[in-house]
């Protein structure tokens, strides 16, 4: 958000995001939509940025398939991003009546904190996004 600050607050962690949607209101009503948010962390271990959040993702993929209705994971690497050891999974599931896929993506931000970014559409729309999707991510920028 251009030309908007708020201090943080003394002991407060920072939870901003960033939310992208597409202008166009697709055929499925579900609009594409790009959110980045970061996290810690926690008790993940790895002696390496790489193992950290391999290990950061399969935690998280356990999540996925312990708390999404019918999920199913399409894909799952260890890719870099912004010059930073990262993990992609792409993974569909059911929302109401809906199929969602989205392209999440785990990058390490630093030791103790990783930025997660998760791209979203309707299933049967997610390929003619994609291209969108991953040029946004490969143009993040990460300061330490």
Known sequence: MDGIKLPQPEGWDDKSMIAFNARERPES?????????????????????????????????????????????????????????A???NVSWTHGANRLSQLVTFVARNPSQVMICTATAAEAEFEQHQTAFRQSLQSVQISA
């Open 29 to 85: 009503g579900i609009v594409p939509n790009i959110v980045i948010t970061q996290d810690s962390f926690g008790d993940v271990a790895g002696e390496t940025p790489v193992e950290r959040i391999k290990a950061f993702a399969n935690k998280q993929i356990a999540d996925m398939k312990d708390k999404l209705p019918e999920p199913v994971i399409h894909s799952q690497k260890l890719i870099q991003v912004a010059g930073r050891a």
């Open 87 to 89: 993990a992609e999974i």
